[in-house]
């Protein structure tokens, strides 16, 4: 289902991926989507299959994900849940790895705007994996496309600024391992 990625367990904490964040994924439409939405990508990515079938059944995924996405904003406005930001935040990777540097900025610049709504990065929930995931994604996008940082000086935790413990896992964030 998903492998344990140590930078968002965290020490002692193995399989939150499972754990935590799938019923996350469960309990709403748009993250649900775009977790599928990555999953089919990968799929084609990894077979070789460009078929143009193919490609308008993704294509279609992509609008269906975005339209529940801005459903659900609409629905959770002004304050939005772990779910939504979620959804918002794995939006912006599969647009790092699939799509092209302006809907990858759209996406995150909205993650911004939603994460300061929530009161800051330290307010998501999960117990801090929801954080650790948007640092995950600004930290591996920007290293595999060279891009700017959206939450630059921010690391996993606290103390990996400190410590210098803030590296990008572009094996993990693109599947591959």
């Not at 490609?55 to 939005?80: G, W």
């Amino acid at each position: 289902m998903a492998v344990d990625i140590p930078e968002l367990d965290q020490p002692g904490n193995k399989g939150l991926l499972r754990t935590r964040w799938f019923p996350l994924v469960m309990s709403e439409a748009s993250l649900f989507l775009v977790i599928i939405l990555l999953a089919a990508s990968h799929w084609a990515s990894a077979h070789g299959n460009n078929s143009y079938e193919l490609k308008q059944h993704i294509l279609r995924l992509r609008y269906e994900t975005v339209r529940a996405i801005n459903i659900a904003i609409a629905q959770e406005s002004p304050f939005l849940g772990d779910a939504l930001i979620g959804a918002i935040a794995k939006m912006a990777s599969y647009e790092a790895m699939f799509g092209g540097r302006e809907r990858y900025s759209m996406h995150m610049r909205g993650l911004e705007r939603a994460v300061q709504l929530r009161g800051g990065l330290d307010a998501l929930g999960l117990d801090g994996l929801l954080r650790r995931i948007v640092v995950w994604i600004d930290l591996n996008a920007t290293f595999l496309n060279r891009w700017d940082r959206f939450f630059p000086g921010v690391g996993f935790v606290e103390d990996d600024l400190v410590m210098g413990h803030v590296e990008a896992n572009p094996g993990h964030f693109l599947g591959c391992s």
